[in-house]
């Protein structure tokens, strides 16, 4: 990737960024666990106006738009002090998502937003980054080969997933 990525602060007059970017490169890439194909009990939870606003106003959470030359193809939300297991919150921090436009897929990016997610979390004096993936599919072959470990399983709780789509991995980077 030749391009410069770089993760912008969402700021309250980007909201309607993050949001529009978020549903979509979500639909892009996760229809498939959701029965009928309805991914509305996710974005319902993540990405509309209010539940959005509250978040900006959590010290404990981070909203990013990823952007490439100026242009966003992503978004990413990180919870700062995140407790997993042993883990403690001061150490850990939980990259809880990490989407990209399916059209910017493949290109590096993702694995230069990993990199600059970890990068923050040193800045931080974190020791771990981790985050959820669904136990089939590309994701969780990216981030083995970007270092993650797999540390335990997981499910995805959401009501209208799909019973078959549910497994998920919980991963883990040391820093």
Known sequence: MKNKVVLELVQKDTVGTYIEVGQQSYCEHYLHLWENEDSSPY???S????VVHKELEDSNVI???VKTENIPVGIVKLI???????ISAKDALLAQKIYLLKSFSGLG???KVLQLIEGFAKNLQKKVVWLDTMQKGKPIHFYLKNGYKI?????????GA???E???WILTKQL
């Open 47 to 50: 990405f509309i106006h209010d």
């Open 80 to 86: 700062l002090d995140q407790e997993l297991d042993e």
């Open 151 to 159: 540390k335990k399983e997981s499910e995805l709780k959401l009501p």
């Open 43 to 45: 974005l319902q939870s």
């Open 166 to 168: 549910r497994p998920m």
């Open 63 to 65: 909203l990013f738009l």
């Open 162 to 164: 799909k019973a078959a």
């Open 109 to 111: 990016i993702g694995k």
